[in-house]
């Protein structure tokens, strides 16, 4: 088995069901997570689906939302379940992922500047080597205090910046994939 795992972050229904949820990016997010995830399929690379859950709303069991996102195909080796930001809080991932020998993390999912760059910095905290595939997160427009709007584009280039070097290898989607991963 691989030393490296792919982790597919809060990629679920739940978010068309937000006010902020904008389409806009969604062709070409759903291209580059596909493309991941059956690359990782492909090589031998597991597959760790994380839903983010709540108490009530879109993100809880009830509301039927908590399912992989419409346009994404994945048959994961492992589902885990969040009530945190970081999927590794509370999950029993990184048990797991220690007991499955796994050093080297790629990381992709929804929204790019939350639970996707929480993880990264968590993990990499925790001594994995985290690959970052900014092209295969999404997120959506943004409103700062001063009322600049920031587009995804915008934030995915800031949260790949504040990551480089520091939490994470910044990679594409091919990249990520070419020998063993996560590895710098």
């Known amino acids: 088995m691989s030393d490296t795992a792919l982790l597919v972050i809060d990629v679920q229904q739940s978010f068309p069901h937000r006010p902020y949820w904008d389409a806009a990016d969604v062709p070409r997010y ?14 031998g690379i597991p597959v760790l689906q ?10 809880s069991k009830e509301s039927g939302h908590v399912r992989t996102l419409d346009g ?7 589902i885990f379940e969040k009530h945190r930001h970081s999927a590794m809080v ?14 080297n993390l790629i990381v992709s999912g929804i929204r790019t500047e939350q639970c996707c760059e929480t993880t990264t910095r968590h993990a990499s ?4 080597a985290v690959t970052y595939v900014a092209e295969a997160t999404l997120t959506f427009p943004m409103t700062d205090d001063a009322g600049n709007v920031h587009s995804p584009e915008d934030i995915r280039r800031h949260t790949a910046m504040v990551l480089k070097d ?8 091919e990249e990520a994939l070419l020998g063993d991963g996560a590895r710098a």
């Open 30 to 43: 759903l291209e580059r997570q596909q493309a991941l995830i059956d690359g990782a399929t492909a090589r």
């Open 125 to 128: 905290d925790l001594g994995f």
């Open 72 to 78: 994404v195909t994945i048959a994961p080796t492992r």
């Open 50 to 59: 994380i839903f983010h859950l709540a108490d009530s709303g879109d993100f």
């Open 166 to 173: 520091r939490f994470a290898r910044i990679a594409t989607v």
């Open 90 to 103: 509370g999950t029993g991932l990184d048990v797991w992922l220690t007991e499955h020998g796994i050093r």
